[in-house]
């Protein structure tokens, strides 16, 4: 069929159109693939922009939270803030309609940057957990460290519990406790247990300072308030307090148990010098001597030698209170009785005595007996144990001493008739008797003889060697079989032989100083030493029972310093005894140290005190060995 010429020119045309057509179209849709594909890269480009930005913004989280990993509320407060400043960023790109390199240009992403980091470091709450975090990580230390470990205060272990709970805004050590000498049983003799108030004078200052730092009272504020209020009046209400934190704190840390008993064997000489303290006590009041005698019934000492309840078999009016004593030695007192009063009691073979001018007697009703009651009255007595009881000593206007073995020491209707014949100035003193007595068929007749004991004048050594206790507790160089040996021999045998003792006592001694020299250059001697140390300590007042560990301390002392030899350890030696003389008069906290530790009579609390004071002095165990033998020579 023939094509039409203007149908086939429009054809012609309509086919030429639509291939420009698509000609401009794929170089339309090349363009705008260009352009696609350009904003594609652009929008990466800004969204890595952002992405590192953000990244950025997690490494500080991560970094800052190291800081305080182990504060629970701090890692939530760094968490939150760091949640907050991304949502903050997200807002400022947003502003410039997501373009990073918009806010960039601005200045914005950069003073974003700049706030950041420092609003945080400026925080009180951040710095607070910075320093936190670096306090308790010294605490961890501390607890690591088997040197300090037991040093940390409950305080601080209560705080830091208290702090990681956000109990609290901030947790700082308050410091490390001070270290207490632990009470050892090896150090206390045998039946002895530890004495709260001679651990509390010799740790005093330890006390005070962790009250102090478990307390947070530095200046005693606490404390006085807490004395004010528990004590009100009382000028040693503060003291109270302590003592009664220290043996709860002492408890806690294992340096003292009320109920440790010593196991250190105690020699004679120590244990003759515990009698006598024992008895060298007083009270003022009839309450106060009730309590006194129990006090002294319930020693160690007195413990250990046999203590029963029960004064003497009642045989007048009164019965005599008091305690049977010396059971571990039944006869033992019977024998210094006699070595005491010799030819005042007249042993009639048959276990009877009769008495003839004894003094120091008091009859069933404790009245003092003069000489002429024992010459009519008190024949054929027997022994009938030892006790301890009460004495009265009423001083007179003019001076002169009534005293009176008392009966129950809170009887009123006894003291006030005595006060009424001997007036108001009384003491109450504890004594030990000899207790002796008649029993006669018509009980009317019987008599009864109380002979006071001198604890002073008696030998725990003669004690002890009678009843085999002498085994059981270590000897001193004074030993009874020497004395005994010796005892009505020649004086010339006599004087060998204590030339003899006095050498042993010395050898080890001796042996301790060689090499020093004397005074005026010789080999020195415990004779040596002491000749220059004895008049210095002759000053000491008070610190008669610790000569030995005095000495020990001043002449050891003396030869740790360089060059101590002849004079110079002489001068030296003579000079640490001075000191300790002048810490004796002082009025300061040193001074009140070394006193209470004088009192306490205790070696190692001296020399613990004396090491803290004046440095390392010596070597611990040598010294307290020395001062042993001291006290031996002495």
């Not at 002492?250 to 010593?262: F, S, T």
Request: cysteine-free.
């Amino acid at each position: 069929m023939a094509v039409d010429y203007g149908v086939m020119t429009a054809l012609t045309e309509a086919l030429k159109g639509t291939s420009e057509g698509r000609r401009n179209r794929r170089q339309e849709e090349g363009q705008m693939r260009q352009e696609i594909m350009q904003q594609e890269k652009l929008d990466f480009q800004n969204a890595t922009m952002i992405g590192q930005e953000q990244q950025a913004l997690e490494t500080s989280r991560e970094s800052y939270l190291k800081q305080v990993q182990k504060i629970p509320h701090m890692r939530d407060y760094v968490n939150n803030y760091f949640d907050e400043r991304t949502t903050e960023f997200k807002g400022l790109i947003k502003s410039f309609n997501g373009r990073y390199s918009t806010a960039m240009s601005s200045g914005k992403v950069l003073d974003f940057r700049d706030n950041l980091m420092s609003d945080l470091k400026k925080s009180d709450k951040y710095q607070a957990g910075v320093n936190s975090a670096s306090q308790l990580a010294q605490l961890d230390a501390y607890a690591a460290n088997e040197k300090t470990a037991d040093k940390i205060s409950q305080r601080d272990l209560i705080n830091k519990a208290k702090y990681l709970k956000g109990e609290t805004d901030s947790f700082e050590i308050s410091g490390l406790r001070a270290e207490y000498n632990a009470i050892d049983a090896a150090n206390y003799y045998e039946g002895e247990r530890p004495d709260m108030n001679a651990i509390f004078s010799q740790q005093y200052t330890s006390v005070v300072h962790n009250w102090a730092l478990e307390n947070d009272d530095p200046q005693q504020q606490k404390l006085t308030a807490l004395a004010d209020n528990t004590y009100p009046g009382d000028p040693n209400g503060k003291e109270k307090i302590l003592k009664q934190f220290a043996e709860e704190d002492m408890g806690m840390k294992g340096a003292y148990d009320e109920r440790m008993v010593g196991t250190k064997e105690l020699p004679p000489v120590e244990a003759t010098s515990r009698i006598r303290n024992i008895f060298d006590q007083s009270a003022t009041g009839p309450n106060a001597a009730y309590g006194m005698l129990a006090n002294a019934a319930g020693q160690p000492m007195m413990q250990q030698l046999g203590v029963r309840a029960g004064g003497p078999e009642m045989k007048g009016k009164v019965q005599i209170q008091g305690y049977e004593i010396f059971n571990s030695a039944p006869d033992a007192i019977l024998k210094e009785a006699q070595l005491q009063f010799g030819n005042a009691m007249e042993n009639n073979g048959d276990g009877s005595f009769n008495f003839t001018h004894v003094k120091r007697a008091f009859d069933a009703d404790g009245v003092y007996m003069d000489d002429q009651d024992g010459d009519d009255y008190h024949n054929n007595m027997t022994y009938n144990g030892a006790h301890m009881v009460t004495k009265a000593r009423f001083r007179l206007p003019d001076g002169t001493i009534k005293e009176q073995i008392m009966g129950d020491p809170k009887d009123r209707d006894l003291i006030q008739s005595l006060q009424k014949e001997w007036g108001n100035d009384v003491t109450y003193v504890p004594t030990m008797v000899a207790t002796f007595q008649n029993d006669n068929s018509m009980k009317f007749w019987d008599k009864q003889v109380m002979v006071e004991m001198d604890p002073k004048s008696m030998s725990m050594e003669r004690i002890m060697d009678n009843t085999g206790m002498e085994e059981k507790m270590q000897a001193s160089a004074e030993s009874s079989r020497v004395i005994a040996k010796i005892s009505g021999a020649p004086e010339q045998d006599i004087n060998q032989n204590l030339t003899a003792v006095r050498m042993q006592q010395q050898k080890e001694g001796n042996a301790f100083y060689k090499g020093t020299g004397g005074e005026t250059g010789e080999d020195a001697t415990m004779d040596a030493v002491s000749s220059y140390l004895g008049p210095q300590f002759d000053l000491m007042q008070g610190a008669e029972e610790s000569k030995g560990i005095l000495y020990s301390i001043a002449s050891t002392a003396a030869m740790a310093i360089p060059g101590a030899a002849g004079m110079a350890f002489a001068d030296n030696a003579k000079q640490y005894m001075n000191a300790m003389g002048n810490l004796m008069k002082a009025t300061d906290s040193n001074g009140k140290k070394f006193q209470m530790a004088i009192e306490s009579k205790n070696p190692t609390t001296i020399y613990n005190v004396m090491n803290r004071m004046f440095g390392d002095i010596g070597d611990k165990n040598e010294i307290l060995k020395l001062a042993e033998i001291w006290s031996n020579y002495n």
